[in-house]
T-cell receptor, first 113, second 116 residues
Framework: AQTVTQSQPEMSVQEAETVTLSCTYD???????LFWYKQPPSRQMILVIR??????QNATENRFSVNFQKAAKSFSLKISDSQLGDAAMYFC??????????FGEGTQLTVNP | DTGVSQDPRHKITKRGQNVTFRCDPI?????LYWYRQTLGQGPEFLTY????????KSRLLSDRFSAERPKGSFSTLEIQRTEQGDSAMYLC??????????????FGEGSWLTVV
């Protein structure tokens, strides 16, 4: 069974600053994807970024980037130039066969103006 | 493309009653997933379908829970004899799967269940 751990229940950042959210995982799959999802108060989960495990290059999507350390089973999310609209719950997720997702407990991000 | 839609968005029911949730996936998406999310927690996988076939059920899905996806289109999740512990948000998601990994999954807004 897969496990995903997010050790930061809450984080805060000043608008325009950079913040990093941590995630560690454990999986027996040899090939897999990792994801970060955002869940604003409206509750709809929105995909932020994804990383294919066998790609060494870290994924980047505009202001969002990841630091993927496969040997350490670490997958952190960096948000640059934070905006008020980034405030949300962020979930790290690992994919099992069939694209079933195992989610972490989440990190509540607050962006201060 | 209207996204994944779920109905009802909120349901309050008395303990012991049956409830049914409906999910309409994005058109032509062949995979459909059900997750449960309680307050302050991440979503937990319940079950998923490839077209009309139910491929896996989590151990969280007790025999009071049943899900169907007739004709591989919309899906229903029924909870019989509801208990207070069933209070949660039930999330539906869908994807156009082209393999076992790496498929982008789109979530609906969820159906909130409160059992009183």
């Amino acid at each position: 069974a897969q496990t995903v751990t997010q050790s930061q229940p809450e984080m805060s950042v000043q608008e325009a600053e950079t913040v990093t959210l941590s995630c560690t995982y454990d999986t027996s799959e040899s090939d897999y994807y990792l994801f970060w999802y955002k869940q604003p108060p409206s509750r709809q989960m929105i995909l932020v970024i994804r990383q294919e495990a066998y790609k060494q290059q870290n994924a980047t999507e505009n202001r969002f980037s990841v630091n993927f350390q496969k040997a350490a089973k670490s997958f952190s999310l960096k948000i640059s130039d934070s905006q008020l609209g980034d405030a949300a719950m962020y979930f790290c997720a690992a994919e099992e066969v069939g694209s079933r997702l195992t989610f972490g407990e989440g990190t509540q991000l607050t962006v201060n103006p | 493309d209207t996204g994944v839609s779920q109905d009802p968005r909120h349901k309050i029911t008395k303990r012991g009653q049956n409830v049914t949730f409906r999910c309409d996936p994005i058109s032509e998406h062949n995979r459909l997933y059900w997750y449960r999310q309680t307050l302050g927690q991440g979503p937990e996988f319940l079950t998923y379908f490839q077209n009309e076939a139910q491929l896996e059920k989590s151990r969280l899905l007790s025999d009071r829970f049943s899900a169907e996806r007739p004709k591989g289109s919309f899906s229903t999740l029924e909870i019989q004899r509801t208990e207070q512990g069933d209070s949660a948000m039930y999330l539906c998601a869908s994807s156009l799967a082209r393999g076992n990994f790496g498929n982008t999954i789109y979530f609906g807004e969820g159906s909130w269940l409160t059992v009183v």
